[in-house]
């Protein structure tokens, strides 16, 4: 008797680019109306950039011929991000597909030659005695780049001259090999073996599988996984922490050069931040600690452990409770819980997600993974997603995109090209602070007790990873700074033991902290770009802050945040977001972040 085939089970795959319906992709046209438009305008921007040669030279002779370099390096840059933008979004359609990625290549090689013909610009401008300079400000010409040419002009004390920064600008690629070093051992040689995930199939572990597997609801496969990826940075710890040591020192080295007082308050230069808002922030999470505490043992406690270890902070306590959205049930949830910012925003925003198709919404094969916004000032602000209807994140990512995409809209409604695109520092105000206002709507619209004590812990934990977290990485950024800058030599055994000091106080005693932890300060990227994970804390504060001030407030607080969104770059991030209603410079924005987190593991403490 002829054995009977089993059926396979059916596998749903991704549709090919070209399948996808049109509705369903972003329309470029506010860019390129297709290739050939591009092409035909990428032509003539690349004749241009001859167009910098007579300026050379001349941009000291008179007010009126600095405008004149600086009217025509605006309108390069202009066009500029057209070209790019289009030919960066057409690459993430489809990764595979080559015609796009000829065209972005042969873009940033013309971008290439256009930063080296205009790399004269600045050194020029800041050759200028001040004396002349401050004159020539003062001339009508200059009028619309005033703050453009002020804010360079503040780097004049930090800039050496042009022998000492031509050795300086040769040393680009060696300063880059720490960082380059640590990502090929980490993302190519690091290898971690195979793992039993919660089906009890064998699978690779790698660095994305982890994150998935520290989710498991079994904590037999948390844990698993917890060491024996930890057991791959324990072998290479001495080549790590030499890495991680090198890109220390060349900060250190770089603000050194430039006449800074430290390298932290190098990095902070930019964007005119006080070191007090930094120390601020450590202060503040700091003092919040027995709430941090509170939480991580009532974790541990409807998790029924004897001790919670790291392993145990992800796996989520409560589950089940996602339910199925499309993309149009997505869309009106986030513009119901956008409401509070008037009819314009939403009205604005619910046309770009639905006809004037600012988004590509679906998975499709070849399509660049994760989600974005890239605002332009000439086109719409466009978002990548990969909607799941199934994930209640994915509809928290929405609203978050959407958020930056509101925030590039107005920005570039309300100011000229030079002051339109904002800094980091503010750039996740806006996009968290939509997420608060969606995860409250979902609170209060919530069916059981059940429903709201998820949301509740969603956000605890949002809270825990942005805030918390991220400012434990800042400080001990500022620790291992601190002494290079003494003369402390950075080993292995000094960055495990800052670390554990800080794992003590941002866990609590009654935290069951594995010696393998100590390590993860070896296996952190964003270290070696060192005083930035500081802006995601200050960020969330911001966000968490300004949307207790609008929901709480009347016709003048949203008329103080849409400024604040209309803003771009018009100011430094500070007086941008005072002007909305939070002083940063204080402790007070953070404390009420801080404040909103205890006050949310007091109630998820009643619910469960």
């Not at 690629?173 to 290898?191: C, E, I, V």
Request: charged share 25%; proline share 4%; net charge positive.
């Amino acid at each position: 008797m002829a054995a009977i085939a089993s059926k396979k089970p059916r596998q749903k795959k991704l549709p090919a680019r070209s399948k996808v319906k049109e509705l369903d992709t972003w329309d470029l046209s506010s860019l390129y109306a297709d290739d050939s438009a591009w092409e035909a305008d990428f032509a003539k921007w690349e004749k241009r950039i001859k167009g910098y040669a007579p300026f050379r030279g001349t941009l000291s002779d008179s007010a009126t011929q600095l405008a004149r370099c600086l009217a025509f390096d605006l309108k390069f840059e202009r066009q500029a991000e057209k070209l790019g933008t289009y030919a960066f979004l057409r690459t993430t359609e489809d990764t595979a597909a080559s015609v796009y990625q000829r065209i972005l290549g042969r873009y940033q090689h013309a971008a290439s030659e256009a930063s080296q013909a205009a790399s004269f610009i600045r050194p020029e401008i800041l050759a200028i005695p001040s004396r002349i300079l401050q004159k020539m400000l003062k001339a009508k010409p200059l009028r619309p780049y005033r703050v453009l040419l002020q804010r360079l002009v503040r780097y004049k004390p930090h800039t050496l001259s042009s022998a000492e920064e031509r050795l300086l600008a040769m040393q680009s690629q060696m300063s880059g090999t720490a960082d380059k070093t640590f990502r090929q051992l980490t993302d190519a040689d690091f290898k971690f073996g195979l793992i039993k995930n919660e089906m009890g199939e064998m699978i690779e572990l790698s660095h994305s599988s982890f994150s998935a597997l520290l989710h498991a609801p079994r904590r037999a496969v948390r844990r698993a996984a917890f060491h024996q990826y930890y057991q791959v940075y324990e072998a290479h710890e001495n080549a790590l922490a030499a890495t991680l040591s090198g890109s220390v020192q060349r900060d250190v080295y770089y603000a050194k050069a430039r006449g800074h007082a430290s390298a932290i308050q190098s990095a902070l230069f930019a964007d005119d931040v006080p070191l007090s808002v930094y120390d601020n922030l450590i202060a503040a999470v700091r003092s919040s600690a027995p709430a941090i505490y509170r939480y991580l043992d009532l974790r541990r406690r409807k998790m029924r452990l004897k001790a919670i270890h790291h392993y145990d902070t992800y796996a989520p306590i409560l589950s089940g409770l996602d339910q199925q959205r499309t993309w149009k049930q997505a869309v009106e949830l986030v513009i119901r819980s956008l409401e509070p910012l008037g009819d314009s925003y939403c009205k604005v925003l619910r046309e770009g997600l639905t006809t004037a198709r600012w988004c590509d919404r679906y998975p499709n094969r070849g399509k660049q993974s994760g989600a974005f916004s890239c605002g332009t000032f000439d086109g719409a602000p466009f978002i990548m997603m990969n909607y799941q209807p199934k994930v209640l994140d994915h509809v928290f990512t929405l609203a978050h995109e959407a958020g930056h995409s509101m925030h590039s809209h107005y920005s570039a409604k309300s100011q000229p090209f030079q002051y339109y695109d904002y800094v980091i520092f503010v750039a996740e105000v806006a996009s968290t602070f939509n997420e608060q206002l969606l995860s409250r709507h979902l609170m209060q619209h919530a069916q059981s007790d059940q429903q709201r004590a998820y949301l509740i812990n969603r956000d605890i934990d949002a809270i825990r990873g942005t805030i918390i977290r991220q400012t434990m990485f800042a400080e001990f950024e500022k620790i291992i700074h601190a002494l290079a800058e003494a003369g402390e030599p950075l080993t292995v055994d000094c960055f495990k033991s800052e670390y554990a000091k800080l794992l003590e106080v941002y866990f609590g005693p009654d935290f069951a902290l594995d010696e393998q932890l100590t390590l993860e300060c070896l296996r952190i990227p964003h270290f070696y770009r060192a005083f930035y994970v500081y802006k995601y804390a200050t960020g969330l504060s911001a966000a968490i802050a300004l949307s207790e001030r609008v929901l709480g407030g009347g016709g003048q607080e949203l008329a103080d945040y849409l400024s604040f969104l209309q803003g771009g770059c018009s100011k430094y991030p500070l007086e941008l977001l005072k002007g909305a209603g939070v002083d940063m410079t204080s402790p007070e924005p953070v404390q009420t972040a801080l404040q909103r987190f205890a006050e949310l593991v007091d109630e998820l403490e009643e619910l469960l």
